[in-house]
Nanobody, 118 residues
Framework: QVQLVESGGGLVQAGGSRRLSCAAS????????MGWYRQAPGKQRDLIAH??????SYAESVKGRFTISRDNAKNTVYLQMNSLKPEDTAVYYC?????????????WGKGTLVTVSS
């Protein structure tokens, strides 16, 4: 069973930076796509960054401010967040797709809270 553990959340002032990490363990097969969603209070969970192979994509709301990267040897994905805004306050969840011989199985972390104060 794959487990994802996020770290790096916390309180940060507007305009500041934060780096989130998410490490996958317990994998039996290769990890394909990885990425980050976030869920603000009272809102739905939205995809904000995705990385597969060498390709990345971002939601418009974070493009130019957030950067996703990964270390394949460590099965770890990172999210560098710069120029943070109060509206970036949310629980951030990472996900990973394990590529089995017959399917791609998605796994989720439990989330890490990022609070941006104004």
């Amino acid at each position: 069973q794959v487990q994802l553990v996020e770290s790096g959340g916390g309180l940060v002032q507007a305009g500041g930076s934060r780096r989130l990490s998410c490490a996958a363990s317990g994998t039996n097969y290769a990890i394909g796509a990885m990425g980050w969603y976030r869920q603000a209070p009272g809102k739905q969970r939205d995809l904000i960054a995705h990385i597969t192979g060498g390709a990345t994509s971002y939601a418009e709301s974070v493009k130019g401010r957030f950067t996703i990267s990964r270390d394949n040897a460590k099965n770890t994905v990172y999210l560098q967040m710069n120029s943070l805004k109060p509206e970036d306050t949310a629980v951030y969840y990472c996900y990973a797709g394990e590529v089995t011989p017959t399917d791609i199985v998605d796994y989720w972390g439990k989330g890490t809270l990022v609070t941006v104060s104004s």
